[in-house]
């Protein structure tokens, strides 16, 4: 792996990648180091590496880089697969597309879920060429499952339910063949401005906390997702919506923010905070089924689909059920699987680790923050409205998901996406569209309001988790701004408590506009879908003084 644990210096030795020079650091000392390429990838889950690999085939040098180790993402957690078409199978991208459309509460822009979904089958045979293993079945073709929300049996797994960990291992794997260069822990703190308001770099913190400048013709954003920003969350403690927050400050656009998808099923321990193993929802594709203490369905006659209803109803369901029996968890009956150690290994391991046995007794559930599905308002191929900008991945809101993502969707759309992003790129720097390294200057992100990262936790998980109103929202508003202090931004981790402040704000803002529920969108104080009102997203941009602000609709109803 050409990993750059002692930074740039690395780097150079290693790849003879990049140019380095001294550059000042604030208040006066000397440290840090400059270097340059065409396109800086902020990332290296699913999105990031694709992208990275496929700017490498197009001929653009690429410096990849993340905070953490190359591996750490959501990508390496993902369990239950990629939702792709075989069309020998009987399915068809029509009925993927519907399949989508359906979860999304109304918010899809079908011409981009098509475009997404019909790009499916193809980026899933390069992630194979690139040496990524899918799970067989007895005739030797790839076997599929079905999930939440799906018609056909088409998500691909790997590793029984270790999908997201064969993938992450695949594409590391290729990158470290083609010699992509990754800075592993230097976290992206803010970007390059240039004079007409686009972006030609990044400024980056090494593991000691010095600025590092990486000047760059195209910054891609595939920073993942946010499920940091409540107390307990499927997420790994990556994801604190860094990318989010930095596409705020350079002018971006995001959008439908107040999507966020629970997961209906993350096991359930007393008290757990922070990242909670998943239950796959394959396993209710495999038939398990939704229980509460006593006994009862929680599904029964809530859907037409049941247990393998879309996630946002699911979740809904489980949280009415809590609430009125007053306890926080109901239990997944996965009893009646056959070999479910070899199905599940990882769900299986989960729940060895707290003594429950899931195929003699049901697995206490209890639903998690997951997915965003807002985020950097991009087209499909991961522009943003910022010359310079492009984002791909959890962090981006295509219009793929809309108001609530179908299940396996995700790895999909950072294989698509990441891909044309990098096309992109290579398309906009032969158009002559993106500026020339040398004008650009950092933003003033030197200091940034930060509010203590736990109160936020709990505020967010209380008032803007599944189920909000007017008044919980204003109160988790005013706290955090009560909250916060401005904070030099000079630790990985202020940078993230930075970054989830201000998501926080944006989030809150979003939620409290939307006075309808839709999707994962649930508002005690207005439980009816309005089509009227609301079929549309809900854009947020900084205003003159740095707050969040929502944006006039658009006419087109698009982000
Ligand atoms: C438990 C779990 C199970 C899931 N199961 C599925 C599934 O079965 N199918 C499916 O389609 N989806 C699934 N998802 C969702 C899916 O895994 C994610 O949406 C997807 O992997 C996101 O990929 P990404 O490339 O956008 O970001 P990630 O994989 O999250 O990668 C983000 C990268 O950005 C880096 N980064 C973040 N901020 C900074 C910064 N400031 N500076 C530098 N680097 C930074 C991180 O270190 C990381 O490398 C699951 C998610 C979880 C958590």
Request: hydrophobic content about 45%; some cysteine; aromatic content about 4%.
């Amino acid at each position: 792996m050409t990993t750059l644990g002692d930074g740039v210096g690395d780097l150079e030795a290693k790849t003879g990648f990049a140019s380095r020079t001294a550059v000042p650091r604030p208040g006066g000392s000397a440290g840090g180091w400059e270097a340059t390429a065409d396109l800086v990838v902020v990332g290296t889950g699913v999105a990031g590496l694709t992208a990275a690999l496929r700017a490498r085939e197009l001929g653009l040098s690429v410096l990849v880089v993340t905070k953490a180790d190359v591996t750490d993402s959501n990508t390496r957690w993902a369990q239950g697969g990629v939702a792709v078409v075989d069309v020998a199978t009987g399915d068809s991208i029509a009925d993927h597309v519907a399949d989508t459309v359906a979860a999304g509460g109304g918010l899809c822009e079908e011409d981009v879920v098509r475009a997404i979904v019909a790009g499916g089958p193809a980026a899933v045979a390069r992630l194979r060429a690139r040496g990524t293993t899918f799970d067989r079945d007895a005739d030797g073709g790839l076997a599929r499952t079905r999930e939440g929300g799906h018609s056909a049996f088409r998500v691909i797994h790997a590793g029984g339910d270790a999908t997201g960990a064969e993938v992450e291992r695949a594409l590391a794997a290729d990158v470290n063949r083609q010699r992509v260069p990754v800075l592993e822990r230097h976290i992206a703190l803010d970007t390059l401005r240039t004079p007409s308001g686009g972006v030609s770099g990044l400024v980056l913190l090494d593991p000691d906390g010095a600025r590092c400048v990486v000047r760059a013709r195209a910054v891609l954003l595939a920073t993942g997702g946010f499920g940091q920003l409540y107390q307990a969350t499927s997420n790994p403690e990556i994801a604190t919506g860094d990318g989010l927050a930095l596409a705020l400050r350079a002018g971006a656009v995001v959008a439908d923010l107040e999507f966020v998808q629970f997961h209906p099923t993350v096991l359930y321990t007393p008290g757990a905070r922070g990242r909670c193993p998943l239950v796959t929802e394959a396993v209710r594709g495999e038939g398990a089924v939704l229980v509460d203490a006593a006994g009862q369905r929680v599904m029964a006659g809530v859907h037409p689909l049941a247990d393998l209803a879309p996630r946002d109803v699911v979740s809904a369901a489980i949280t009415r059920r809590m609430a009125a029996a007053s306890c926080d968890h109901v239990y997944l009956d996965a009893t009646g699987i056959d070999g479910f150690a070899r199905r599940f290994p990882t769900v299986h391991a989960a729940c060895a680790r707290v003594d429950v046995d899931p195929t003699r007794e049901p697995i206490p559930v209890t639903p998690a923050a997951h997915f965003a599905c807002g985020g950097v308002a991009t087209s499909p191929e991961g522009r943003t409205g910022v010359p310079g900008l492009y984002a791909a991945g959890e962090v981006a809101r295509t219009g793929l998901h809309g108001a609530n993502r179908l299940a396996s969707n995700s790895l999909l759309e950072g294989l698509v996406v990441g891909e044309r992003a990098a096309e992109a790129v290579a398309m906009d720097l032969a158009a002559g569209e993106l500026a020339p390294l040398t004008c650009a200057t950092p933003g003033d992100a030197a200091v940034a309001p930060v509010a203590d990262r736990s109160l936020v936790q709990r505020l967010m998980s209380r008032h803007a988790a599944i189920g909000r109103d007017a008044s919980g929202l204003a109160a988790a508003v005013s706290r955090i701004a009560a909250a916060r202090r401005e904070r030099a931004l000079d630790s990985h981790r202020v940078v993230e408590d930075a970054a989830l402040t201000l998501l926080a704000d944006a989030l809150l803002v979003a939620a409290a506009e939307r006075t309808e529920s839709r999707g994962c969108h649930v508002r005690t104080d207005f439980a009816e879908r309005d089509d009227v009102r609301w079929q549309r997203s809900v854009r947020v941009r900084l205003d003159a003084t740095g707050a969040p602000a929502v944006l006039a609709p658009a006419l087109t109803g698009a982000a």
